[in-house]
Every structure is written in structure tokens, then in C-alpha cells.
């Protein structure tokens, strides 16, 4: 008995998610009387740091050709190891990776799952975990009844917490099957936060009249950190590329901190940023919907205010 | 070519979502229900379009009660050729997904498209269990997609980017924005989808791993404070000092 964590890497390094995912593992091995163990897939540079996040052993299945993602195999690479050690939950990151695999894991082991949970499961009589439904609209609690449990986490739920200690990684004996899939393109976009992870998102909607005003947006971005979405129409009339459209029909995300600027904040485009820790709206009208789901808000002229914002920001970062 | 598009309900996007009074099913009454806007835009109008483009046939699945006709026959009229109905209200992904497996066997499909999650309950699961029961490849977060013979060039998304692969037929598919630009019935279409058969099938027996027990809504949001225009130095401050994100 155990919780094992599968620990994503993109391109050998590991990623803040998979510290998350580790923590939030150890949390629930804590819930279930056990220990964590970790998994990395492929090669890992330091896979051994995931002690200190919380995984009393850390195990390496370092064969090459699993350095390219493949649904098939990695979902067989890891039923073995969670066969081998006896696992009872099997956590994933609720990434585009680990929601390619909950459900396939979950055919596999014949296991109950809880894709996109928040909350850590209890387990009095029954093993229950929380996740949102109706894209954020409503919270559902999850029971699992089978002996073996699959669950992602969602990202940006838990932060990784310093539990342990570096432990050194083990190698993992695993048949490693034929792929079916070849891998011939990756593109990744450069020197920008992948929205997903981000923990800052600065957002623009039509209010911005043409793609040709962004800069604004792009300024702001950049003295913050953050990565820039939009809304869907932006998107649609390509002011701006598909990837950064958010909402219930695009990417779904929970930053820290959203600042929507000039959108009007449409049901499902709320449905796709309202798990948002804080969330700022600069708006020139005051009846915008937006407002409602706001912390923050600024009922002015974008074009006026948010060069403000920016010496604001610029200020505040140089002092501190 | 033999494709089978798995579509499910949802509620409209506008839906105000509630509860029965002990929260443990959603309140269906005054519900419009659509078809999952990732089955009908993307993972159906493409299916179609590879028919039309080198002939087959394109098959709906649907598991579910008899008031889900309404969305399969949209399907039909969008374009589909035939659909089947499995007769039962789900209540798992698993169940669904070994629902469609066993139907997806016995007809030798060379794809099986689903859109990459339904809105209602948020799971992006189905496609890769059906996946995994057929032993085949799972494709998920498809925005592109070309077919040369049997094999597949295919976009997905993935964190922060896109990555290109090459899969051959038999594969499961998850369709996400961009795969295809979506289709309104026309006329033509919505009468000849009334003659198009419903076949209704029983399910496979299949025991529930996982269930929803309960439902809640979020916690309120407090009320928005509103900053003075002339003042951002003020809200910078309370970013920093009072929310504590930057
Ligand atoms: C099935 C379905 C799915 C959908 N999915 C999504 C989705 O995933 N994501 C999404 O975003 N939308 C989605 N939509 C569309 C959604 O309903 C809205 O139409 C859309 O979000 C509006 O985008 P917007 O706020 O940028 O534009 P608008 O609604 O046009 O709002 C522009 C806002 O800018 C403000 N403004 C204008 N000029 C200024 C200025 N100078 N200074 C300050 N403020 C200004 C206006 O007051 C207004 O509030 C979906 C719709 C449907 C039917």
C-alpha cells in the first residue's frame, strides 16, 4: 500500500506542478497511513529533489525512447510500477499530460478516478475528494469505491511545501512496450510563462478596439511576469493567437492574480478564469457583469488608465 | 472509412446551475440542454468532413435516456449518417467509456473522435479509457489533423505549446478548438435527419467505481472594491499588502 505520484518533466527539467503534485501526495499518503513514492519518466535532471517535497522514495524509469510523450506507454509504464509497489491512489497533474492519462490509468488499473481535484480526500468509511463541475460553477464530491484510486490535481490548488528531504533516486525495472505514436514537432513558446502555470495573467477582451493596441497589455505583461490571455472573440477575429483564449470553451486557469481589461465578462468567459485568487477589472462601463465576479475593479477608460497601472507597477517593482 | 463520434448533453452554457434539496443531483427543471459544444464543433463537423472527403460512414454514439434524442438527432441533421443510444442515465466516465468500447468492437472503426472534455463534468476522461479498453492510441487536445492512407499527422496542444505526431488508424481522438469550424443544420439536413434511424441498445453490465455523493456552490465572492482611476499607485499597494499576489 502506497500513493504513487507521477512526476511530469518537460524537456529533463521538473516542474513546479510536480512539486505540487508530490506535496499534495504526501498529504494523502498522511490521510491513508502511508508513504509516497515518486515516479519520474524518461530523463530527469535531480529527480531526487522530490524528497524534499515530500516522497520518501523516489523511482526512475529513465528509458530513453520515454522522453517523447505516448499516452499508450506511459499509461503502461506506470500500472506496472503502481502493480509492483502496491499502490492504493495514483496521483497525476491535472495537466494536459496528466489529463491525457487519468482516464486511460484509470481504464487500466480498473480504478475509480477524480480528474481536476482541489481538495485533499478524506477517508472515513468512505474515500471522498472534491473537484469543480459545470467549469467552475459548482464543487462535486467524488467517492471511489474500487480498491485502486486515480486522481489529477488540479494545478495551482496546492503549493509545494518543504517536507523532507533530497533523497537519492532509485531505477525502476519496467517493460517499456513499442510506441505507436511518433513525436515529430515540439513548440513550445518561447520566453513567455505557458498560460496553464501561470501565476500572474494579464487579459484583454474587444475593449481594446484592434490588435494594433496591445502593447499595453504586452508592457504590463512584462513588468509582471505574467502571460497574456483573451477573450474568445479576440481570439476568433485573430487579434490574438488561439492558445491564449480563456474561458469555457478555451484554457481554464487559476492564477493568482487576473486583471481582465476591457472584457466584459460573459458567463463563459467567467467560467474559465472564476477559480482565480484575485481577479481585477478595468472596465468603462459600470454595469459590465464583470465587475460582480471582481475583487478588484476600475470603472475607466482603459486607454487612460492602464499606462497608469504600468508606472504603478514599474514603481512599485524598482522599490521593491 | 467507418468513424464513430461520441456526443453527450450538457447544460447551456448559461444555465444557472442548482441542486435538489439534499445537493446530491442537479437540478434538471427549466435546463436547456445542447449537445457538448467539443463533440458537436469540433470532433463531429471533423468526422464529417473526412467522410466527405474520402467516403465512410459517420457513426453517433451516445450514452443515455431517451430525452438525449433530441441532441442525436442535431447530429444527424448536422451531417451523421446513423447513431446508436445506449438506454441508461450513466452515472461514471467508466461506465460510459466501457459502454462505447464494447459498441466500438464489434464495429471495427478506424477512428473514434470525442470533443476534449464536456463542460458539465469537467473530466477529459472518456476518449482515453475507451482508448485503453480498445488497446489503441489516444490522441487528446486534437487542433489539427490531416489523413494520408491510414495514417494521421496531428496538432495537440500541450503545456504552453503544440506538438506535432504521426499515428496509424485504428486511434481514439479528443477534439479541442480548431479542429474544424462549426456547422448549422440546414434545412436539408434536419428534414432527412428525422428518417435516419435511433438504434437503442442495452447496456453492458458494468459496476460503478466512482459516483458523485454531493454538490455545493463555491463560496460567495466578496464585494468588489472599487479604486479611484487617478489612483493605481492604491491599488498596486493593495495587491502587494491586502491580496498578497505581487
Ligand atoms: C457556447 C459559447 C461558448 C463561449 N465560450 C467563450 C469562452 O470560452 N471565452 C470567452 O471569452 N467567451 C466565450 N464566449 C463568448 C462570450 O459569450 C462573450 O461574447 C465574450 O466573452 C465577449 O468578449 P469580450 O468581453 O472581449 O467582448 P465584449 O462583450 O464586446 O466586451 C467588451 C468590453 O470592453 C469594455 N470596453 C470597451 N471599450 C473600453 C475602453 N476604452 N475602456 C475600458 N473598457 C472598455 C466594454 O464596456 C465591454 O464590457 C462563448 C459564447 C458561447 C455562446
Known amino acids: 500500500m502506497s500513493v504513487l505520484v507521477f512526476a511530469e518533466s518537460t524537456g529533463g527539467a521538473l516542474k513546479k506542478a510536480a512539486f505540487e503534485a508530490v506535496t499534495y501526495g504526501y498529504k494523502t499518503a498522511q490521510v491513508l497511513g502511508t508513504d509516497c513514492v515518486a515516479l519520474t519518466l524518461g530523463e530527469v535532471e535531480n529527480p531526487g529533489q522530490l524528497g524534499t517535497y515530500g516522497a520518501s522514495k523516489v523511482l526512475t524509469a529513465s528509458d530513453l525512447t520515454l522522453n517523447d510523450f505516448d499516452g499508450q506507454v506511459y499509461t503502461d509504464v506506470i500500472g506496472q510500477v503502481a502493480e509492483q509497489i502496491g499502490a492504493t491512489v495514483v496521483i497525476l497533474m491535472h495537466s494536459s499530460t496528466g489529463k491525457s492519462l487519468v482516464g486511460r490509468l484509470s481504464a487500466r488499473l480498473n480504478a475509480g478516478s477524480a480528474p481536476g481535484v482541489n481538495t485533499l480526500p478524506t477517508n472515513d468509511g468512505a474515500f471522498r475528494v472534491k473537484k469543480n463541475v459545470f467549469s467552475g460553477k459548482a464543487i462535486a464530491q467524488v467517492e471511489i469505491s474500487s480498491p485502486v484510486k486515480v486522481l489529477s490535481v488540479m494545478g495551482n490548488s496546492f503549493q ?34 505557458p498560460l496553464p502555470e501561470a501565476e500572474l495573467v494579464v487579459s484583454a477582451g474587444r475593449g481594446m478596439k484592434g490588435p494594433e493596441n496591445w502593447a499595453i497589455i504586452e508592457e504590463m505583461a512584462e513588468i509582471l511576469g505574467a502571460a497574456t490571455a483573451c477573450s474568445r472573440p479576440v481570439a476568433d477575429t485573430h487579434w490574438r493567437p488561439h492558445h491564449e483564449h480563456v474561458g469555457q470553451t478555451g484554457v481554464a486557469i487559476r492564477p493568482n492574480l487576473y486583471f481582465a481589461i476591457g472584457i466584459s465578462g460573459a458567463i463563459q468567459h467567467l467560467a474559465g478564469v472564476n477559480n482565480s485568487k484575485v481577479i481585477v477589472v478595468i472596465n468603462k462601463d459600470p454595469e459590465a457583469p464583470f465587475f460582480k465576479a471582481a475583487d478588484y475593479g476600475i470603472c475607466a477608460d482603459l486607454f487612460d488608465v492602464v499606462p497608469k497601472l504600468n508606472q504603478a507597477l514599474k514603481d512599485f517593482y524598482s522599490n521593491n | 472509412m467507418k468513424l464513430l463520434v461520441c456526443v453527450s448533453k450538457t447544460p447551456d452554457t448559461t444555465a444557472k446551475i442548482s441542486f435538489n434539496a439534499d445537493h446530491s443531483e442537479f437540478n434538471e427543471e427549466g435546463i436547456q440542454f445542447i449537445m457538448n459544444p467539443y463533440d458537436e464543433w469540433y470532433a463531429l463537423v471533423r468526422a464529417i468532413e473526412l467522410k466527405e472527403a474520402a467516403g465512410g460512414t459517420v457513426t453517433l454514439i451516445n450514452i443515455g435516456p431517451a430525452s438525449n434524442d433530441q441532441i442525436i438527432r442535431k447530429g444527424l441533421a448536422i451531417g ?167
Open chain 1, 160 to 193: 509545494p511545501e518543504t517536507v523532507g528531504a533530497e533523497v537519492s533516486a532509485e531505477g525502476v525495472s519496467v517493460n517499456v512496450p513499442a510506441r505507436k505514436v511518433t513525436v515529430k514537432e515540439v513548440n513550445r513558446v518561447k520566453g513567455t510563462v
Open chain 2, 80 to 246: 451523421a449518417d446513423d447513431a446508436v443510444r445506449i438506454d441508461c442515465q450513466p452515472k461514471s466516465s467508466l461506465f460510459v467509456a466501457k459502454q462505447i468500447a464494447e459498441f466500438a468492437k464489434e464495429g471495427g472503426y478506424d477512428m473514434v473522435f470525442c470533443g476534449k472534455e464536456t463542460i458539465d463534468y469537467n473530466g477529459s476522461e472518456v476518449g482515453g479509457m475507451v482508448a485503453e479498453y480498445l488497446g489503441q492510441p489516444f490522441i487528446s487536445y486534437a487542433t489539427e489533423m490531416t489523413l494520408d492512407g491510414t495514417t494521421a499527422t496531428i496538432k495537440r496542444d500541450i503545456e504552453g505549446g503544440k506538438e506535432t505526431i504521426e499515428v496509424a488508424t485504428p486511434f481514439v481522438l479528443s477534439a479541442a478548438k480548431g479542429l474544424a469550424e462549426q456547422r448549422i443544420p440546414n434545412m436539408r439536413g434536419i428534414m432527412q435527419a428525422r428518417r435516419k434511424q435511433i438504434d437503442v441498445r442495452q447496456p453492458v453490465a458494468f459496476d460503478d467505481l466512482s459516483t458523485v455523493v454531493s454538490y455545493e456552490m463555491p463560496p460567495a465572492k466578496a464585494e468588489c472594491k472599487m479604486i479611484d482611476p487617478d489612483n493605481m499607485t492604491e491599488l498596486v499597494r493593495l495587491l502587494h499588502e491586502e491580496a498578497k499576489v505581487i
